[in-house]
C-alpha cells in the first residue's frame, strides 16, 4: 500500500508544481508586451495560481487526512472500515490500496483467531490427555534440568505430589549406574527421533523401585521445547517374564538349577577350565530305591526328601575345598528330575579330586533324614566323568556319567565309579539286556528251578523253595544276579514277581493233586513287590487262581526290606499273616534287625544267610553267631532254616545245634519240576 500511496502524492506535487511554473511563464511574456499590463496579468496569474494552489492543498491534505483517520482504525483493531474512492485521480487509486491492505489485515486477523481458537482447543485436548492418560508423564526442562510438569499417573507411580515433582531431576529417580544413560537420553534429545529405555528401575519417593519403559520425545509448550517421558509400569511384566525364566532354568520342587541351566553354567566351567590348564567333573546322582520310598510312605515324604537332599547337596559342595564358584549366587548342584542330581565340580586339579567329593556326599546322604514324624534313610549311587577325558562336550560328558552312574548301582549301590571307555560296552550289553527282558515274560523264556528244604532230624522233603532262571533264545540260561537287578530298576520285577508267585502256586497244587507230602512252598518277595499298596489283593488272588491254600504258600522277605520301615513292613505282614500264609525273614544276621522290631513281626521263620553256614564248621565266630540266632528264633518260637549247606560238617553241626530245617547242594541242587517230580518219588510219597 505504501508503495502505491508515495508515487500518487509525487504525481499529485509534480502536477501542481508545473501548473505553476506555467502561470509565471505566461506572465513573463506579458510583461515583455507591457508593464502596466504585466502587472495586471501577473497579479491574475499570482491569484490563479494560489487558488489553484489552494484548491490543489485542499484536496490533498483532505485525502491525506481521510487517510490518516483510516490509519488510525486500522491501527486500533477497526479492519471493517473503508474508503470511498472519489474520481479516477491519484487518491482515489490510494483509497483503493489502502481499502486492499485493510482486507487483507482482515483476512489474517480471521485466520490467526482460527488459528488461535484451534491452538487453544489442542492445547486443552493435551492437557486433558496429559492429566488423565493411563501411563505416567513427565515435562522435562532442559535449561532447568528440572521437570516442568507431571500428570496424575506419575504422582501415584512415584508417591510425589505435582509440586514435588518440580522439585525433582532426573538423577532422583533413576539408580546412579542408570544415570549416565538415561540424561543422555533426555538431553540430547533430537526432533527428529523418539528414544526408548527398556526395563530401568525407577526409584519411588519411598526408595522402593518399579520397572519402567520409557519413550522420549520433543513438544512445545507456549513457543518453548520440553522433552515428555511417558513411562509405563512393566513391574508385573518383569515379574512375569523373571517366573518364566525361573521355570525355564531352575527345578520347582527343589529350587536348584535344571537341566538347561547346567548346560550354560557347563561352557562357564570349561572356559575356567581351560584358562586355568583345570579340569571339569560331572557328578551324576542317583538315589537308591527312592521309588520304594515314594510307594511305601508316599510322593509328600518323597518330595520333602528330595528337598532335604538338594539342601544337603548344596551344603555339602559349598564346603568342599576343592569347588570354586562359577559365577557370584550360582550353585554347581541342579536337578535333572526324579530322584537325579547332577553336581558341576570346576576346581579339579587331579582325578581322585572328584573322588573325594563324591565320598563326602555319599557320606552325607547316607545320615538319616527327619521327614515329618519319619526318620528316613537312603544312600546314592554317583557316577563321575571328566573334561576333557570323558568328553569334550556337555552331551558325551551326560551320556558317559549316566554310564559311570549305572555301573555304581550294579556293584552294590551306595558307592562311586569313574567313567572308563569300557564301560560303554558294559552298559550295551545292560541296555540289550534290559531290552529282551521286556519280551522274556511274552515270549515265556522264564522258568521255575526248585530247591527242597529238609527236615533235619529226618532228613525228608518238607517244602521246597521256588528261584527263577531265564532262558534266553540266543544267549541261553542267565542267572538272576544279572537280570533281578535290571528287573529292580525298571520295574519288570512286578510282573516277573507275580507271575512267579502263581506258577509256584500252580505247581505245588500239581504236586499235592499227585499225591507228594508238599508242606509249602517259599517265593520270595523283592522290595518293590513287598512296597505295592495292593500285595495283599494280589496274593489272595493268585491263590484263589491256584486253588491252593494260604498255610501252604511261605512269602520270603528279607531282613533289609523290613528293616527300611519296620512299622509299614509290620502292617502288611500282619494284613499277609491274617490269610493264612506263612512268612520268612530271609538272609537274616545281614540287616541289622532291633529285637525290639523283631518280636513284634509276625513271622513263622527265620532263615540264616549262608554267609554264616559256610564256616560254622571251622570258625568259632560264625558258629557262635549261628547258634545264637538259633537260639533267639527258638526263644520266639520260630522255626529256622538253614541255607547254602553244602558239607556233612555243616548238617552236623546245624542239627546239632537244633536247627529245624536246611536246604543246599548237600541235599540237592535247583531242579525244573520235572526232576524234582523224581526226587519226591525217591523220598517217598
Known amino acids: 500500500s505504501v508503495q502505491i500511496i508515495e508515487p500518487t502524492l509525487e504525481k499529485l506535487y509534480i502536477s501542481s508544481l508545473t501548473k505553476v511554473k506555467a502561470a509565471i511563464a505566461g506572465i513573463e511574456k506579458v510583461d515583455k508586451i507591457f508593464d502596466p499590463i504585466k502587472i495586471i496579468a501577473g497579479s491574475i496569474a499570482l491569484i490563479f495560481s494560489f487558488s489553484v494552489a489552494f484548491t490543489v492543498s485542499t484536496v490533498i491534505s483532505k485525502s491525506v487526512i481521510q487517510s490518516k483517520s483510516f490509519a488510525e482504525q486500522i491501527a486500533s483493531g477497526d479492519l471493517t472500515h473503508r474508503l470511498t474512492p472519489r474520481g479516477r485521480n491519484e487518491f482515489a487509486t490510494l483509497a483503493l490500496a489502502l481499502n486492499h491492505m485493510a482486507g487483507i489485515l482482515q483476512n489474517a486477523e480471521n485466520t490467526q483467531k482460527k488459528w488461535m481458537d484451534e491452538l487453544s482447543k489442542s492445547e486443552q485436548r493435551f ?66 527421533e523418539r528414544k526408548l529405555a527398556r526395563d530401568l528401575p525407577i526409584k519411588r519417593k519411598d526408595g522402593t523401585l518399579f520397572y519402567a519403559d520409557v519413550n522420549t520425545s520433543h513438544v512445545v509448550l507456549s513457543g518453548k521445547i520440553y522433552i515428555m517421558g511417558i513411562f509405563r509400569d512393566i513391574t508385573e511384566r518383569k515379574q512375569s517374564e523373571s517366573q518364566i525364566r525361573y521355570l525355564a532354568y531352575y527345578d520347582s520342587l527343589t529350587g536348584l538349577p535344571n ?45 520333602k526328601l528330595l528337598q532335604a537332599v538338594s539342601e544337603r547337596l548344596v551344603d555339602s559342595v559349598r564346603r568342599s575345598d576343592i569347588v570354586a564358584s562359577l559365577t557370584e549366587g550360582n550353585t554347581v548342584v541342579s536337578r535333572f528330575g526324579g530322584d537325579e542330581f547332577v553336581i558341576l565340580l570346576y576346581h579339579i586339579k587331579k582325578i ?65 565309579q569313574i567313567y572308563s571307555p569300557a564301560m560303554n560296552a558294559a552298559a550295551l550289553e545292560v541296555f540289550n539286556l534290559e531290552r529282551d527282558l521286556h519280551r522274556a515274560i511274552e515270549r515265556q523264556e522264564f522258568l521255575l528251578y526248585y530247591q527242597p528244604k529238609l527236615d533235619t532230624l529226618r532228613r525228608k522233603i518238607v517244602g521246597m523253595e521256588a528261584l527263577i532262571r531265564w532262558k534266553h533264545t540266543e544267549k541261553g540260561m542267565i542267572v538272576p544276579t544279572k537280570f533281578i537287578p535290571l528287573a529292580e530298576d ?112 509276625p513271622i513263622d521263620s527265620l532263615k540264616i544267610d549262608r554267609s554264616f553256614v559256610i564256616n560254622v564248621a571251622t570258625n568259632p565266630g560264625d558258629a557262635n553267631i549261628v547258634k545264637g540266632i538259633i537260639a533267639l528264633a527258638h526263644s520266639l518260637k520260630l522255626n529256622v532254616i538253614a541255607e547254602g549247606v553244602e558239607t556233612e560238617e555243616q548238617f552236623d553241626f546245624l542239627r546239632n545245634t537244633e536247627c529245624d530245617e536246611v536246604q543246599g547242594y548237600l541235599f540237592s541242587k535247583p531242579l525244573p519240576a520235572e526232576e524234582i517230580s523224581n526226587l519226591l518219588l525217591k523220598d517217598g510219597i
Open 259 to 303: 537341566r538347561t541351566f547346567l548346560k550354560e553354567l557347563f561352557k562357564k566351567a570349561i572356559d575356567y577350565a581351560q584358562r586355568y590348564n583345570l579340569m571339569v567333573a560331572i557328578l551324576y546322582l542317583d538315589l537308591d530305591d527312592f521309588k520304594r520310598i515314594n510307594d511305601t510312605l508316599g510322593h509328600n515324604i518323597g518330595d
Open 352 to 416: 581322585y579330586d572328584a573322588g573325594t567329593a563324591a565320598s563326602r556326599i555319599l557320606k552325607e546322604i547316607s545320615k538319616p533324614f527327619k521327614i515329618n514324624e519319619h526318620e528316613v534313610f537312603t544312600s546314592a549311587s554317583i557316577g563321575i566323568s571328566l573334561y576333557p577325558s570323558s568328553g569334550e562336550n556337555i552331551d558325551d560328558l551326560l551320556k558317559n556319567v549316566d554310564t559311570a552312574m549305572y555301573n555304581a548301582k550294579s556293584k552294590g549301590k551306595n558307592n562311586y
Open 127 to 192: 492437557r486433558a490427555i496429559f492429566e488423565n492418560a493411563s501411563d505416567g508423564i513427565l515435562l522435562y526442562d532442559p535449561e532447568t534440568g528440572k521437570f516442568y510438569d507431571s500428570n496424575k499417573m506419575i504422582c501415584q507411580m512415584l508417591g510425589y505430589s505435582s509440586e514435588e515433582i518440580k522439585n525433582l531431576g532426573v538423577m532422583d529417580i533413576y539408580s546412579e549406574k542408570d544415570l549416565p544413560y538415561v540424561i543422555k537420553q533426555f538431553e540430547e534429545q533430537t526432533k527428529q
Open 490 to 601: 525298571s520295574g519288570l520285577i512286578i510282573p516277573i514277581g507275580e507271575w512267579t508267585l502263581f506258577t509256584a502256586c500252580m505247581q505245588t497244587k500239581s504236586w499235592q493233586e499227585a499225591g507228594f507230602k508238599i508242606t509249602n512252598i517259599s517265593v520270595n518277595l523283592s522290595t518293590r513287590q513287598f512296597d505295592q499298596k495292593n500285595l495283599p489283593s494280589i496274593i489272595s488272588r493268585v491263590l484263589s487262581e491256584a486253588a491252593l491254600s494260604p498255610q501252604h504258600l511261605e512269602l520270603e522277605i528279607t531282613e533289609s526290606t523290613v528293616m527300611r520301615n519296620p512299622e509299614e513292613a509290620i502292617s502288611i505282614l500282619h494284613k499277609l499273616k491274617n490269610m493264612g500264609v506263612q512268612i520268612s525273614i530271609d538272609d537274616f544276621g545281614t540287616g541289622y534287625s532291633s529285637l525290639n522290631y523283631l518280636r513284634q513281626l
